[in-house]
């Protein structure tokens, strides 16, 4: 059965940090793409950053995050973070861990697992 733990959300100020983590089980890693979709309120789900499972290590980030975000993986732990830096209101959104299996689009509707979700909350 496959398993994903967020943990990371929370609220800060603009230009701050946060950093969320997707602890993922039940399916092997390395055979897969795992990140984040964001959604805010009213809007409509948005691919946000993914990683290549195992030792390819590749990243996709949506425009808006580049230079800000950075995504990570622990193989090892089966785990993928994502760290948020100089958070803007505008990032304000529930986070999704997915995952999809190699080789894939990061689209809403090519995933084949998905997280919960973690609130995210960056006040003016």
């Known amino acids: 059965e496959v398993h994903f733990v967020e943990s990371g959300g929370g609220l800060v100020q603009a230009g701050g940090s946060l950093r969320l983590s997707c602890a993922t089980s039940?399916?092997?890693?390395?055979?897969?793409?795992i990140g984040w979709f964001r959604q805010a309120p009213g809007k409509e789900r948005e691919g946000v950053s993914c990683?290549?499972?195992?030792?390819?290590?590749?990243?996709y980030y949506v425009d808006s995050v580049k230079g800000r975000f950075t995504i990570s993986s622990d193989n090892a732990k089966n785990t993928v973070y994502l760290q948020m830096n100089s958070l803007k209101p505008e990032d304000t959104a529930v986070y999704y861990c997915?995952?999809?299996?190699?080789?894939?689009?990061?689209?809403?509707?090519?995933?084949?697992?998905w997280g919960k979700g973690t609130l995210v909350t960056v006040s003016s």
């Open positions: 039940g399916f092997t890693f390395s055979n897969y793409v």
């Open positions: 990683i290549s499972g195992g030792s390819d290590g590749s990243t």
């Open positions: 997915a995952a999809a299996l190699k080789p894939a689009l990061w689209r809403v509707h090519g995933m084949d697992y």
